[in-house]
């Protein structure tokens, strides 16, 4: 009996040790926008869930895309039938590290430049990314930020022939998220 | 006047209406009224997490852009600048509700434990948030 208290003990010990450095969100936001001379597309998800491990430097994020808003319903209908088509391809994920992460002091208040390396998968595709982003560390608060590209063509996402000139090949996506301890 | 011209009115006049009908459907197409929809299932927070945990892809099938309508203990609640979201069943097994904007006010009553039923609009499955409802309403 004393035994298993014992091994109960130690299994939550190394469970918390296995926590203590694990950050996570289920309410982060990512807004696209789509700009061409003729019109600007802008979508935001603020239902981004994503876990950081502080230690190893591993990064997750996770999307639905029904999950993202637009402020004309038809963009909306748009976006998840005919690009993203989000019945077949109902989540978006990237699974990553932050490669510089031992330049990263958590502890200390501060901003620091963070080198994010990984493969995504929108649409049914995976590719490989290298981006920037930017960790700030303020009484314990973790939150990371990042402007990035993407190219439609890369995930085949198709635009119809009449809105070719008005649709550009990059969209850009503006990450926001604001970790907390799990 | 001719006939002529008067079909080419008449065209012209045809054109130019479907045009602007066209113009508005685009921009002024209102939003899906989640509120307003009747339910497509209805069922415990427990049951639609077990079936997307079961298969995912039969889950996305079946509830996927549904509007459906659960009840379950709340198990956690989160306030910030994206919004509200309150997660039935618990932590682990969560059905994750985003509360529409309208119905914020409500939702701040609502506790830890409470017992609540909601409806809203089903986005799909991950591991981290569990089952999504979006544009969640308040039922009672």
């Known amino acids: ?182 | 006047m001719k006939l002529g011209q008067k079909i080419i009115l008449i065209i012209t006049g045809i054109v130019l209406v479907v045009g602007i009908g066209a113009t508005c459907y685009v921009f002024y197409k209102p939003h899906r009224n989640i509120a307003k929809e009747k339910p497509a299932f209805k069922m415990e927070a427990s049951g639609l997490f077990g079936e997307f945990n079961m298969n995912e892809d039969l889950g996305n099938e079946k509830f996927g852009d549904q509007v459906i309508q659960v009840t379950g203990k709340v198990a956690e609640i989160t306030i910030d600048d994206n919004g509200i979201s309150i997660i039935l069943n618990n932590s682990m097994e969560a059905i994750n509700c985003t509360i529409d904007a309208q119905y914020e006010e409500r939702a701040r009553k609502i506790e830890f434990g409470d017992s609540v039923t909601i409806k809203g609009r089903c986005d799909g499955f991950d591991m981290i948030m569990g089952v999504v409802l979006s544009k969640c309403i308040i039922i009672e």
Do not use: C
């Open chain 1, 1 to 182: 009996m004393k035994l298993k208290y014992f091994l109960l003990t130690i299994f939550i010990g190394l469970m918390w040790g296995s926590y203590a450095q694990k950050y996570i969100t289920k309410s982060g936001r990512i807004d696209i926008v789509s700009n061409s001379p003729l019109f600007t597309v802008e979508g935001v998800n603020k239902k981004v869930a994503s876990i950081l491990n502080t230690e190893t430097g591993e990064l997750v994020i996770s999307m639905l895309i029904r999950s993202f808003e637009f402020e004309e319903a038809l963009m909306e209908e748009q976006f998840n039938g005919n690009y993203m088509q989000s019945k077949t391809y109902p989540k978006s994920i990237f699974k990553g590290r932050i490669s510089n992460i031992k330049e990263i002091d958590f502890a200390k208040d501060g901003k620091y430049k963070a080198q994010i390396e990984g493969k995504i998968t929108i649409h049914g595709i995976t590719k490989e990314i290298r981006e920037q982003g930017l960790i700030s560390i303020s009484e314990k608060m973790i939150s990371a930020e990042s402007e990035f590209y993407i190219s439609l063509s890369d995930f085949d996402i198709k635009i119809e022939k009449a809105f070719k000139n008005s649709i550009d090949d990059k969209v850009l996506l503006k990450v926001n998220f604001k970790f907390n301890k799990q």
